[in-house]
């Protein structure tokens, strides 16, 4: 399984930004996708993750309400939808993929975010 992730970018605090995790490889369905960040100095973190048919969506406390998780099948692509970004929202910004009741076994290459104050 290939992850390419991208739309990652400067914006200023408050503004949105949409992140896109391109996946080929095996079959887009069985994988439950997810998004996880790490900051500059900081271990990576778990954002979001969404189960194969869209109905399972989890979030961490810090995005939850802000960030929407998203995926179209018949594009193998996962989205993050970021809203109200915030300064602390900057990092690399990592799609990854498993099967169910696994760990994450599959990662993209990962996007920068930078948010401005």
């Known amino acids: 399984v290939q992850l390419q992730a991208s739309g990652g970018g400067l914006v200023q605090a408050g503004d949105s930004l949409r992140l896109s995790c391109a996946v080929s490889?095996?079959?887009?369905?069985?994988?439950?996708m997810g998004w996880f960040r790490q900051a500059p100095g900081k271990e990576r973190e778990f954002v979001a993750d969404?189960?194969?048919?869209?109905?399972?969506?989890n979030y961490a406390d810090s995005v939850k309400g802000r960030f929407t998780i998203s995926r179209d099948n018949a594009k193998n692509t996962v989205y993050l939808q970021m809203n109200s970004l915030k300064p602390e929202d900057t990092a690399v910004y990592y799609c990854?993929?498993?099967?169910?009741?696994?760990?994450?076994?599959?990662w993209g290459q990962g996007t920068l975010v930078t948010v401005s104050s």
């Open positions: 990854a993929a498993k099967l169910p009741l696994r760990n994450y076994s599959y």
């Open positions: 969404i189960s194969w048919n869209g109905v399972i969506r």
């Open positions: 490889g095996r079959t887009f369905l069985n994988y439950v």
